[in-house]
């Protein structure tokens, strides 16, 4: 099987290129955020709080969740129920950021994207995959761009949504987070060894995807 791993900072636009390159090589792309959410929402529905590791680590066993793509586009199964939609409701935001900070919940959800990646060609993207998840993966690559550069893509990505907000706040929120996904104590960002450093400062998006295509293709 081939998997191939990006990681890199928030607004670095990961995600977005690694669906579109999942659909183009036919692989499939790995959403480990949705996999956090979906924990998050069962802690929700069982009423634990999301912040007690003891509580939600609980839970685990009677956990099962399943990444399926139907048309075109990833639904989210869990426990045999599709929560595609849900999972995105802001208060399940809220509890997935708290289980994601459990050790034992990190450890359930690695386990199970190991597992995928030997039935299956994956993509997954992330801020730890190619260093924790998935240190032997085909390709590695850590994809990243200026704090201000990812600032103005956001800034921009909320004005077209109708939000107010300014430079230099979307700029503070990206600093701080780099910062925290740095020198957290679990699985902190940084570059694996053995992967490629993508710098997409100067790149859209089409130049981004055509660097990373070509890229992944001259190595699997």
Known sequence: ???????????????????????????????????????????????VDPASEQQVAQLLPQITIELRYENGAQRVILCGEDVSELIRQENVGMATSAVAAHPTVRSFLLELQRDMARKQNILMDGRDIGTVI????????????????????????????????DFQTVLSDIEQRDYQDMNREIAPLKQAQDAVLVDTSNLDFEQSFETLRNLITSRI
């Open 1 to 47: 099987m081939i998997s191939v791993a990006i990681d890199g900072p928030s607004g670095a636009g990961k995600s977005s290129l690694a669906k579109r390159l999942a659909k183009e090589l036919g692989f499939i792309y790995v959403d480990t955020g949705a996999m956090y959410r979906a924990i998050g929402l069962y802690a929700l529905r069982q009423g």
């Open 134 to 165: 998935l240190p032997n993966a085909t390709v590695k690559i850590f994809l990243t761009a200026s704090a201000q550069a990812r600032a103005e893509r956001r800034l921009k990505e909320l004005q077209q949504k109708g939000m107010e907000t």
